[in-house]
Nanobody, 115 residues
Framework: QVQLVESGGGLVQPGGSLRLSCTAS????????MAWVRQPPGKQRELVAS???????YYGDSMKGRSTISRDTAKNTVFLQMDSLKPEDTAVYYC?????????WGQGAQVTVSS
């Protein structure tokens, strides 16, 4: 069974940067949609950024201007570069990759922004 493997989370000081990666463990065909969703403590999940197979990118208000989503479709990998991080960015970050016959979620990567 194909899984998504996330990496890159951790503890960072305010103003710092992190890059999250998410890779499918097996073949899933051509991804249609790739996204990052986060869940802050005690709050609901919110969409951070997404990118379609056509390269159309969407950024949620929470990290607009401070995040960049990118992909390596040949490797079924999606990235999230996060800059100028704030304590309110503390959350579990989940990746989502949708492909024909697949709607996959990563296990979650904890990002903690604290001094």
């Amino acid at each position: 069974q194909v899984q998504l493997v996330e990496s890159g989370g951790g503890l960072v000081q305010p103003g710092g940067s992190l890059r999250l990666s998410c890779t499918a463990s097996g073949s899933i065909g051509d991804p249609i949609y790739m996204a990052w969703v986060r869940q802050p403590p005690g709050k609901q999940r919110e969409l951070v950024a997404s990118i379609t197979s056509a390269g159309i990118v969407y950024y949620g208000d929470s990290m607009k201007g401070r995040s960049t989503i990118s992909r390596d479709t040949a490797k079924n990998t999606v990235f999230l570069q996060m800059d100028s991080l704030k304590p309110e960015d503390t959350a579990v970050y989940y990746c989502n990759i949708q492909a024909p016959g697949h709607n996959l979620w990563g296990q979650g990567a904890q990002v903690t922004v604290s001094s």
